[in-house]
């Protein structure tokens, strides 16, 4: 996440609820749907960036405490009655255009093959893909920007729904336009049938 002397937003709240409307330029890292101060210790390098916090009504002072246990106490404020109050006052909103796992594998086979990017870990990877997918790790993005093609139209997953729009929010408020979040992650890829192919090659970070 860039640092800048300016306020990063954080939204806490589930990657559903943000897929469906947030706050521009805003970061998803989920409070409750995977491992929040990993990630908030991997992805926003300066511990002292100044933070303003969108959560879930309720939880605003559980997320406070959890980004100061791993040394973030710079949070400057929250949203007062969460993202449905930014929504009732009419203020823009931004939204990640979601397709379902069986939505893409109809786009496969009818020839329509997207550029898929693979948000996990080089073992997942290995362990199984998408042919053809793009491999660019959700922990290793802030030093990796200039995989990252603006041209192309990029159909994210990673393994269940939670990486793929924590990367889709950063890459948003870089400026990147074309991106589709696939529901579900590589779980819901495997349940609807897509091809897949293990790999035993070693990828770079």
Sequence with gaps: ??????????????????????????????????????????????????ILLVTDEGDEEEVIMRLARVGYDNTVGYLKGGFNTWKMSGKE????????????????????????????RINEFNGGHIEGAENIVLDFMNSNMEQFNREKNYHIHCAGGYRSVIMSSILIARGFKQLVNIKGGYEAITEAGIDVTASTLENQD
């Design 1 to 50: 996440v860039a640092n800048t002397e300016e306020a990063l937003i954080l939204d806490t709240r589930g990657p559903n609820e943000f897929t469906e409307g947030f706050i521009p330029n805003s970061i998803f890292i989920g409070l409750n749907d995977g491992p929040f101060a990993s990630w908030v210790g991997t992805l926003i390098i300066d511990l002292k960036q100044p």
């Design 93 to 120: 909103i931004d939204m990640i255009k979601s397709l379902e796992a069986t939505e893409l594998k109809d786009m496969i086979d009818k020839g329509n093959k997207p550029v898929v990017l693979d948000a996990r």
